[in-house]
């Protein structure tokens, strides 16, 4: 059960809901998660200004950037964004098959792929350090030392929407991921 209520864009705060209409553009609708976040325009806005950086600045593809936030999201057991990056993986190219295959860390066909998010996962799971090995695999699979800094902020963006929706308890609006059912 959640513990505070969904803004819509009528209700949020001040600040609150320029900020949901702007991710409504973005997005097709007012998530859960935003109008969550809307009780709040300083946590609303840093996402998404972390996200805008990422839009404008980031260099992944749609499958790489839904690869990390999958991994990201079973590495810290979020229903709510395994769910909703199930969602865009499939919209990205993936498989459901593959989409539970990345949470469940299994590296599939795409070797490079499978390297990066490792680094991603143990990002995630080890309070920001990587081991040599997990680093090293990805240099050797063609990463850069650009592409391997820029891990970080997916990281970054998905551990912050991963604990708001512990904190918070956000409802799923989603379809609940394969293995989340029940």
Not at 9 to 28: H, N
Not at 101 to 112: N, Q
Request: aromatic share 6%.
């Amino acid at each position: 059960m959640p513990r505070i209520p969904v803004h819509t864009i009528d209700t949020a705060p001040a600040g609150g809901g320029e900020i949901l209409r702007r991710l409504e553009k973005r997005y097709g609708r007012v998530l859960n998660i935003h109008g969550g976040m809307a009780h709040s325009p300083v946590v609303l806005e840093t996402y998404a200004a972390i996200t805008s950086a990422i839009a404008e600045h980031g260099t992944f593809d749609a499958r790489t950037r839904e690869a990390i936030a999958l991994a990201v999201g079973a590495v810290d057991a979020c229903d709510y964004c395994q769910s909703a990056h199930t969602v865009s993986a499939k919209v990205a190219g993936f498989t459901e098959e593959e989409t539970v295959a990345i949470r469940h860390g299994e590296p599939g066909d795409d070797a490079k792929l499978a390297a990066l998010v490792q680094v991603a996962r143990e990002v995630a799971g080890e309070v920001g350090e990587a081991s040599d090995a997990a680093w090293d695999k990805a240099v050797a699979q063609g990463w850069t030392d650009t592409e391997l800094t820029e891990v970080f902020v997916h990281v970054a963006v998905n551990l912050y929407t991963n604990y708001f929706n512990h904190y918070v308890r956000t409802d799923l609006d989603v379809p609940a991921a394969p293995g989340l059912e029940g």
